[in-house]
Structures are given as structure tokens and as C-alpha cells.
């Protein structure tokens, strides 16, 4: 696993090193927390993100937020911070793992794979939320063509529907898609 760590203090960093590495997996950047995390992501395209710190900053936070929902991936917090409202922030900004009380070597290997097991459940929920949302605006625009089709043709119900079906496969896109290309030019008229 290519990993990416985090840590305020270079021989916590260090050690994190050595536990990552011993486990066999490519350390492909060491940062500060002060350093341009987003940036770092971006070139080095880790497969999760670990940071050890003794309480993470706002900055530190938004730019997980940021990772979490522009470059998906599993972050794990390991922080002294135990105060409910840094863990809620750090839960919000997308952090897979929020972890008290520091990382030890032992501990590694199994919070890594619950952060990655919830990283994929969350990632598939999400995904699932797009999809219902998606479908959710197909059938409400569908709806809205059907009564324009209805009002302005003089068509039942089915009619309209049969209409709307005929166009999308003429031009060999889905639904939703030509019902909202009708309500747009209705709007335009």
C-alpha cells in the first residue's frame, strides 16, 4: 500500500516509518501538518493517509475535508485529543479511523484495515446516495415533462410517457436526460 504520513513530531514520524515500512508497505511522503497535505495527495496518490498529531488544527481538518470529497481515500487520525468536539469535526472533515492516545506498532495493522473497511462502506453508501438522488431527479423530471407533453400535445398520461420513451431512444439517451432537454425548452418558450 502506498502510504502518506503526518506527524508534528520527527521521531514519532520516524517510528511510524519503520512500523509502515515493516509491514510492507511504500512510505511515498513524510509531511508536517503545516505542509500542503492537498497538494502532497495530489502528486504522490497514496492509498491512505495517516496522521499522528497531538490535536489537529482547523487547517489540519479542512484539508482533510477537501481529500475526503475531491480524492477519496482512507485517513487515519491518530491524535491525544479526546474531546468530543474534535472527534465530531474530525468524523465530518472524512477521517476513516480517529484514534486516542497516540499509534503503537501492535495497533497499526488492525485500525488500518477498520479504516479501510469503513472507508469502503462509506465510499458505497455514498455512492448509492448519488445514485437514489440521481434517479430521484430522473423520475421527478420525467413527471414534469409527462404534464408539459400532457398540456401542450392534449396526451393522456401513458401517451406522454410513450412520447417521452420514443425521443429517448431515438436519440439513444435516457430518460431523464430528454425530459429535462424538454422542460428547458419549454422554459425557453
Known amino acids: 500500500m502506498r502510504v502518506v504520513l503526518v506527524d508534528d513530531d520527527s521521531e514519532r514520524l520516524r517510528l511510524l516509518d519503520s512500523a509502515m515500512r515493516a509491514a510492507g508497505h511504500q512510505v511515498v511522503g513524510k ?4 505542509d500542503d497535505l492537498i497538494a502532497a495527495v495530489d502528486s504522490l496518490l497514496p492509498d491512505i493517509v ?3 498529531v497531538d490535536n489537529p488544527s482547523r487547517d489540519t481538518l479542512e484539508s482533510l475535508g477537501q481529500i475526503s470529497r475531491d480524492r477519496p481515500r482512507p485517513i487515519v487520525l491518530f491524535a491525544k485529543a479526546s474531546d468530543p468536539d474534535t472527534i465530531r469535526r474530525a468524523m ?3 477521517v476513516s479511523a480517529y484514534v486516542v492516545d497516540g499509534m503503537s506498532p501492535a495497533r497499526l495493522a488492525p485500525v488500518i484495515e477498520v479504516a479501510i473497511a469503513r472507508f469502503r462502506d462509506y465510499q458505497s453508501l455514498r455512492e448509492e446516495l448519488t445514485s437514489t438522488k440521481l434517479k ?3 423520475r421527478r423530471d420525467v413527471e ?3 404534464g408539459l407533453l400532457m398540456k401542450r400535445k392534449g396526451l393522456d ?3 406522454a410517457y ?3 420513451r420514443r425521443m429517448a431512444m431515438d436519440r439513444n439517451i435516457k430518460l431523464g436526460e430528454i425530459a ?3 422542460i428547458a425548452a419549454a422554459d425557453l418558450l
Do not use: F, V, Y
Open 136 to 138: 430521484l431527479a430522473d
Open 180 to 182: 429535462r432537454s424538454l
Open 162 to 164: 410513450e412520447a417521452l
Open 157 to 159: 398520461e401513458n401517451a
Open 50 to 52: 495517516l496522521i499522528d
Open 144 to 146: 414534469k415533462a409527462k
Open 31 to 34: 509531511l508536517h501538518p503545516t
Open 92 to 94: 465530518a472533515a472524512g
